[in-house]
């Protein structure tokens, strides 16, 4: 069973930073993608950032240079980064992990509790 824990949001000023974390319950290697979305109140989740297995990342276009993903194999841990923080930026953050297994012709997403995020004076 995958379990994927999130911690790190919070309240922020704008232009601040945070640090979000998932952490897996086993190694994140296996899976073929990890990423973070986010969901804001009557709003479409959207993919803010990925990460490959193979270490190729993406991010939306409204958090490209500001939003860093990173990920520590040897902690099982996902990390994003995230810098000049603006209103726009808050919304429940939710953790992804994406797994192909052809074998099944099938895949699988985990997802993480959410974690929340506002950036507000």
């Known amino acids: 069973q995958v379990q994927l824990v999130e911690s790190g949001g919070g309240l922020v000023q704008p232009g601040g930073s945070l640090r979000l974390s998932c952490a897996a319950s086993g190694s994140i290697f296996g899976f073929n993608a990890m990423g973070w979305y986010r969901q804001a109140p009557g709003k479409q989740r959207e993919l803010v950032a990925g990460?490959?297995?193979?270490?190729?990342?993406n991010y939306a276009d409204s958090v490209q240079g500001r939003f860093t993903i990173s990920r520590d194999n040897a902690k099982n841990t996902v990390y994003l980064q995230m810098n000049s923080l603006k209103p726009e930026d808050t919304a429940v953050y939710y953790c992804?992990?994406?797994?192909?297994?052809?074998?099944?012709?099938?895949?699988?997403?985990?997802w993480g509790q959410g974690t929340q995020v506002t950036v507000s004076s």
């Open positions: 990460i490959t297995r193979g270490g190729r990342t």
């Open positions: 992804n992990a994406k797994l192909v297994v052809l074998g099944i012709n099938n895949e699988f997403d985990y």
